[in-house]
């Protein structure tokens, strides 16, 4: 279904496809890894595109790197891995929860390389940062990582959806984890990754669960007239929880941008 490749130290599950119009970068969320986005090699996208999910350093089964696991240091990163494996090539981003953060820098960076943005609960406000602002009341990486732990387990006789979280953040790395966090509380302060999204010169469009989606955050999305799509369901991962529906949507949106 996908083939498991290592660049620049990082890995990532792909899928090549012969005359694809585009390639599709899927960029995990806090704690997360390309596992979240299992599901869209066996999806209709697959039929058209080639597909890249890195495991971000320090999560999944890549290595943590010293000096590249903040937030910044993972969009120049993905930057790298763009202009090796997707080189003259049309790009669309996918980010999920505070992967929409990274996937909307790294858009702002390309420029016209990059056709389209499609975040899954991205990051837009302060309530966004739910689980990852966390980091900021602990000193210590470990500290942090035992707490979070013990929180997702907790939550994993919910649904599928938490026990699949749960099994990446057991391989994320408590330093990478630290590092996103205390990246996710600062920005929440700034209040300037909202502001990043919705001035986006590419297509973007905003997908968001009617149960998931914090206040502020529909607030934000209505304030700033940002194109957005709502999805049925109980939790913060469609691609996981309602994975046709979810890859079905966003087929339609990356083909709106291509013809």
């Keep these: 279904m996908y083939h498991p490749i290592i660049q620049e130290g990082v890995f990532l599950r792909t899928h090549r496809k012969q005359g694809s119009p585009a390639h599709i970068w899927l960029l995990h969320g806090f704690g997360e890894s390309s596992l979240s986005f299992r599901e869209v090699f066996s999806s209709e996208l697959a039929a058209s595109y080639s597909l890249f999910a890195p495991d971000l350093p320090g999560f999944g089964v890549s290595p943590p790197q010293p000096g590249k696991m903040s937030l910044e240091?993972?969009?120049g990163v993905t930057i790298d891995l763009i202009n090796a494996l997707s080189r003259?090539?049309?790009?669309?981003?996918v980010g999920h929860s505070l992967g929409s953060v990274i996937a909307t820098w790294?858009?702002?960076e390309l420029g016209e390389i990059v056709k389209g943005v499609f975040s899954i609960e991205g990051n837009l406000t302060r309530s966004d940062g739910y689980f990852s602002a966390l980091a900021k009341k602990f000193e210590r990486a470990d500290?942090?990582?035992r707490y979070f732990l013990d929180l997702i387990y907790e939550r994993t006789a919910e649904n599928e959806a938490y026990q699949r979280y749960f099994a990446s953040v057991r391989f994320a790395s408590p330093q990478a984890m630290m590092a996103w966090g205390r990246s996710s509380?600062?920005?929440g302060e700034s209040g300037t990754y909202g502001s990043d999204f919705a001035a986006l010169e590419c297509a973007k469009l905003y997908y968001w669960?009617?149960?998931?989606t914090p206040e502020?955050?529909?607030?934000f999305i209505a304030a700033h007239d940002i194109p957005n799509r709502k999805y049925t369901g109980n939790v913060h991962w469609p691609m996981v929880e309602t994975p046709e529906a979810c890859y079905h949507h966003m087929g339609?949106?990356?083909?709106s941008i291509l013809k």
């Design 216 to 219: 502020e955050t529909r607030k």
């Design 252 to 255: 339609e949106f990356f083909a």
């Design 143 to 145: 500290a942090f990582y």
């Design 185 to 187: 509380a600062q920005l």
């Design 88 to 93: 003259n090539r049309p790009v669309l981003l």
């Design 73 to 75: 240091a993972a969009t």
């Design 209 to 212: 669960g009617t149960k998931s």
């Design 106 to 108: 790294v858009a702002r």
